[in-house]
């Protein structure tokens, strides 16, 4: 099993309809490849994913996404293998987000900060950087629709 999350700019303003739309078939594509994960999206058009999945089809999915032009900014945070998946129930789980909910978050995984996953080897920063997630998702349910 393997895990790849990335945070990116939506160029496009995206109404909740709308992602309710895609999130349609964004499921049902990661359900044929076989892939979990969630996405988180704020209210400015900020993104943090989380792919779960064969190490092909995540990495081959996180490609298109790096080529797709309603994403720009697209950075990797964190990928490699897992022990199970994390997201296992949700094709995408899906939430939406202040601003200030996910500056705060991402503030703490951003890569280019000093203060990212501070003192931890790569594994254990994965590690970490998921569960922080998986904590975040999981504290409303209810705005996760499957």
């Given amino acids: 099993m393997y895990h790849l999350v990335y945070t990116s700019t939506a160029t496009i303003a995206f109404s909740p309809a709308d992602l309710q739309q895609f999130l349609v078939w964004w ?3 990661n359900e044929r490849l076989g892939l979990t994960g969630i996405l988180l999206h704020s209210n400015e058009g900020d993104i943090i994913q989380v792919l779960e999945g064969e190490q092909p089809q995540v990495e081959a999915l996180f490609a298109v996404i790096e080529q797709d032009s309603r994403h720009r900014n ?3 945070l964190a ?3 897992i022990g199970q998946r994390l997201f296992g129930e949700w094709f995408m789980g899906f939430r939406m ?3 200030a909910a996910f500056h705060s ?3 703490y995984a951003n890569p280019d900060e000093p203060t990212f996953l501070p003192a931890a080897p790569a594994e254990a920063g994965d590690d970490e950087l998921l569960n922080l997630l998986r904590e975040f998702a999981s504290s409303r349910p209810d705005e996760l629709p499957c």
């Fill in 74 to 76: 697209v950075i990797k």
């Fill in 27 to 29: 499921r049902a594509n």
């Fill in 79 to 81: 990928a490699g293998p």
């Fill in 105 to 107: 978050l991402i503030g």
């Fill in 97 to 99: 987000l202040d601003s």
